[in-house]
């Protein structure tokens, strides 16, 4: 049996990853007058004359939304919002066993941007903060952005700053082992949607001073308005050599390829007309732009896959759970890019100068203490930038 037949077996089995669990007893008359009626009217009366009391006296200061939309699921595309649920619920699972996040899926049935907005605003009041899941670009920009404005928690879309977070994570440490900077090497982005643009800007902020994205109308360049103004954006700040032409052009004498695109794009000669020691982080799902035998005999120095069947797996798993556990211990009123390059760097340092190696650039997806060390160091530069509440 393969692993989406057995998995479909053990959804059927589970009837859902998370369920929901009492934390008071409530199995007598004092523990029911206590937790619920007629006790509960006091706390009531707390949260009613000061609101962040809320925080103190219900499960808000530990509780996520993990929001979808269904337009944007996995590899699947726009598959509605139902359908999205068994992704939703399996984040909502590594939220609580690598973060002890309490998180809940919810799935709008909605692809109206204003919708979206306002019904997470309706509902803000009970979280500690919102992670945004596979909305589809270029709405999920728009739905981010606003209710970072009006919201006064945090709000993260992880498929845009988890994977940027991630990637920059491996880049350091593989760079590490490549002998090369950040600040020289040249970068080539393939795929110019969420997670593209998001990754491309998070490389730049870290140092990276030459980046070349690339879509399907082919390599962004400042000017050309066949792209979207989240696109167009992006290439006002990169590519700064004003290259132009395809994938293949832009790979050539790259020191670093990230694709979060589709299969089967990229050949074994676009690797080897890349410079020295090339480094190839493939994230398409489930088929990579090119399979990791194919990029190591066409001379790459480091490969690394969104797959867990191979080393150095990029998973996004390695960040929200320690990103959200850290800003919720401090009360953060958002997540700033200062406690995201934390994340990055916290994630990198679990791999020690001795463990370092080709086949191991990042801790396993599981590795509790790189989850403690995300969460350590979000926490650390909350407070330090100011974003802290307690």
């Not at 800007?201 to 989240?230: C, H, Q, W």
């Not at 089967?264 to 088929?287: G, L, Y």
């Amino acid at each position: 049996m393969d692993i989406y037949q057995e998995s479909l077996k053990k959804h059927r089995e589970w009837r859902g990853k998370i369920e929901m669990k009492p934390r008071a007893e409530v199995y007598t008359n004092e523990e029911l007058s206590l937790a619920y009626t007629p006790g509960v009217a006091e706390a009531c009366r707390a949260i009613h004359n000061d609101v962040n009391q809320s925080y103190e006296l219900t499960r808000r200061w530990n509780t996520v939304p993990v929001i979808t939309d269904g337009t944007a699921i996995l590899g699947l595309g726009d598959i509605g919002p139902e359908a999205g649920m068994p992704v939703m619920e399996g984040k909502c699972a590594l939220f609580k066993a690598f973060g002890d996040v309490d998180a809940y899926p919810l799935c709008i049935k909605s692809k109206d941007t204003e919708d979206i907005i306002k019904t997470i605003k309706l509902l803000s009041g009970s979280f500690g903060g919102v992670n945004l899941e596979d909305i589809s670009a270029p709405r999920c920009f728009e739905i981010e952005r606003r209710l970072k404005e009006e919201l006064d928690i945090p709000v993260f879309h992880d498929d845009q700053h988890g994977t940027a977070i991630v990637i920059a994570a491996a880049l350091l440490n593989a760079l590490k082992l490549a002998g090369k900077r950040i600040e020289d090497i040249k970068v080539v982005v393939n795929g110019a949607g969420a997670a593209g643009i998001a990754i491309s800007k998070y490389l730049l902020s870290f140092g990276v001073k030459e980046l070349i994205s690339v879509d399907r109308l082919g390599i962004l360049v400042k000017g050309d308005t066949r792209f979207n103004p989240a696109q167009q954006e992006l290439a006002n700040i990169s590519n700064p050599n004003m290259v132009k032409g395809t994938l293949s052009d832009a790979m050539k004498g790259a020191d670093v390829f990230v694709g979060v695109s589709v299969a089967n794009c990229v050949s074994k000669d676009m690797v080897r007309s890349m410079a020295d020691k090339p480094i190839i982080f493939t994230c398409a799902n489930p088929i990579p732009e090119i399979s990791r035998e194919d990029a190591l005999e066409a001379g790459a120095f480091i490969v690394g896959t969104g797959s867990s069947q191979f080393p150095n797996q990029i998973n996004n798993v390695l960040v929200f759970p320690g990103l959200f556990r850290g800003a919720l211990d401090v009360r953060a009123s958002t997540i700033n890019d200062e406690m995201m390059k934390a994340a990055s760097l916290g994630i990198a340092s679990c791999v020690s100068p001795e463990e370092l190696s080709r086949d191991y650039i990042l801790p396993k997806a599981y590795d509790k203490k790189a989850h403690e060390a995300v969460a350590k160091a979000v926490k650390e530069e909350a407070i330090r930038t100011g974003v802290n509440r307690i």
